[in-house]
Every structure is written in structure tokens, then in C-alpha cells.
């Protein structure tokens, strides 16, 4: 299967600096606000004097307004190894030979993570006439992932990255001040070379239509 070259790494996203991380309940309703689409850009608000300086990275990025990880168009991402839904433990060098989604989202159950989910779930008959598999990641446990998975009837994997190490290895770039995990999409071809990289937090089924863009188109 050939893939048509994709015009840039990744979507524009908002690089605001960030600001301490919340904790607990706080965090958790943090999340489910992030999760849920959004048109704000997020005028107004202003940095801190006291807060830390920006990471040169996210520095870099405000002044273009992208985003790009360590994983880039054209590179082989570092295998990982992570347990399902199930407890089973999964490799990403398991699916090669076919194309492969990687999807990162922020929680379990948030609004805008299940729309997600579920739009993956309605597409999946596509994606699998495409050769393609779908994978997702969150840092939930697998426990979370399950009860996910059969509350909302998903037929693809979900992968278990507490401590979000696969996360920190990809350089997928966090949202919302830097607090809370972003959401980004991945399409791996057949050799396991990333060809084409989504991301957009606010509208979470845009990342289904993107993608089967790219695998349709050959």
C-alpha cells in the first residue's frame, strides 16, 4: 500500500506556556473539560510573572503556532510494549505488514475522548477494508480501559501507558498550559514508517476523517 505524502508533520495547536498541574479531583474535571470540543482560542488570558519560563520547544512552537513531537513524518517510532484492555501485553512491532492508527487521547470516559472513541468504533469497517489497525493510548490502566471498551462496545485496541512513558518517548505535545495529556493520531505504513501525523484538541472525530483520508487515498 503507498501513502501520499502528507503537507505538514502536524495540525496548528495552541502553545500557550505552562502553568502548575492540578491535582486530584481538579485534574480530573480539568480533563473532562479539555475533552470536550471546542471553538475558544483562549483569548485574554495572560502568563504569569511567577510562572517558569517556557520549554524551548513549546517557545519555538508559539512563535509558528505548530507543534511537532520527537516522532516525525518520515521517522520510525520507538517500539513499545504496553498491556490491552485485557492485561495482555501488546508490541507495536506486532503489526507489522499492515498499516497501523496510534491514536494518543488524554482520559477514559471524558466527553470529548468518547466521542473519539466511538467514531473510531463507527468507522472501523473502513479502516479494516483499508488493511489498517486501529490502537489507542491513554494513560489509564487497563481496568479503565476495559470497562471503556465494553461501555462503549470499541472493537480496537486500547493500550495502558500509566506513567506516560510511550507517551514522553513519541513527544506527544501536551495542551492546555502544558497540564493535561494532548491528543494526537499517528498512520504507520506497512514498514512501520509514520506517514502522515494528526493533531487536534478540540475536535476529537476530526482525527477519524483525517485519517481515513490518507489510507483511502491509495
Same mark, same amino acid.
Given at each position: 500500500?503507498?501513502? !501520499?505524502?502528507s503537507t =505538514?508533520c502536524?495540525?496548528?495547536s495552541?502553545?500557550?506556556?505552562p502553568?502548575a498541574? /492540578?491535582?486530584? /479531583? ?5 480533563? =473532562?473539560l479539555?475533552?470536550?470540543?471546542s471553538?475558544?482560542a @483562549?483569548?485574554?488570558?495572560? !502568563?504569569?510573572?511567577s =510562572?517558569a519560563p517556557?520549554? +524551548?520547544?513549546? +517557545?519555538s =512552537?508559539? /512563535? ?5 513531537g ?10 513499545? *510494549?504496553?498491556?490491552d ?8 512491532n506486532k @503489526?507489522?505488514?499492515?498499516p497501523v492508527v %496510534? #491514536? ?5 470516559? !471524558?466527553p470529548?475522548? *468518547?466521542k ?5 468504533r463507527? /468507522? ?15 494513560g ?7 470497562a @471503556?471498551?465494553q $461501555?462503549?462496545r470499541?472493537?480496537?485496541t ?5 506513567g506516560?512513558? %510511550?507517551r ?5 505535545p501536551a495542551?492546555l498550559?502544558?497540564t493535561l495529556?494532548?491528543?494526537? *493520531?499517528y ?5 512501520g514508517v509514520?506517514? #502522515?501525523? #494528526?493533531?487536534n484538541?478540540f475536535?476529537?472525530? $476530526?482525527?477519524?476523517g ?5 489510507l483511502?487515498? *491509495?
Amino acid at each position: 500500500m503507498a501513502f !501520499t505524502p502528507s503537507t =505538514a508533520c502536524c495540525k496548528p495547536s495552541l502553545a500557550l506556556a505552562p502553568r502548575a498541574s /492540578s491535582r486530584g /479531583s481538579a485534574a480530573r474535571a480539568q480533563a =473532562a473539560l479539555l475533552c470536550t470540543p471546542s471553538t475558544s482560542a @483562549f483569548r485574554g488570558l495572560r !502568563t504569569p510573572a511567577s =510562572a517558569a519560563p517556557a520549554p +524551548r520547544w513549546r +517557545r519555538s =512552537a508559539a /512563535s509558528t503556532g505548530i507543534v511537532c513531537g520527537k516522532v516525525s513524518k518520515g521517522s520510525v517510532p520507538p517500539n513499545f *510494549t504496553l498491556k490491552d484492555q485485557n492485561g495482555k501485553p501488546v508490541s507495536l512491532n506486532k @503489526f507489522k505488514g499492515k498499516p497501523v492508527v %496510534v #491514536y494518543f487521547y488524554p482520559a477514559d470516559e !471524558t466527553p470529548g475522548c *468518547t466521542k473519539q472513541a466511538c467514531a473510531f468504533r463507527d /468507522s472501523y469497517e473502513k479502516f479494516k477494508k483499508a488493511g489498517a489497525e486501529v490502537i489507542g493510548i491513554s494513560g489509564d490502566d487497563a481496568a479503565s480501559h476495559k470497562a @471503556f471498551a465494553q $461501555k462503549y462496545r470499541l472493537p480496537f485496541t486500547l493500550l495502558s501507558d500509566e506513567g506516560n512513558r %510511550v507517551r514522553k518517548e513519541w513527544g506527544v505535545p501536551a495542551d492546555l498550559f502544558g497540564t493535561l495529556p494532548g491528543r494526537q *493520531t499517528y498512520v504507520l505504513d506497512k514498514q512501520g514508517v509514520v506517514q #502522515y501525523i #494528526y493533531n487536534n484538541q478540540f475536535q476529537p472525530e $476530526k482525527h477519524i476523517g483525517e485519517t481515513l483520508k490518507i489510507l483511502q487515498s *491509495t
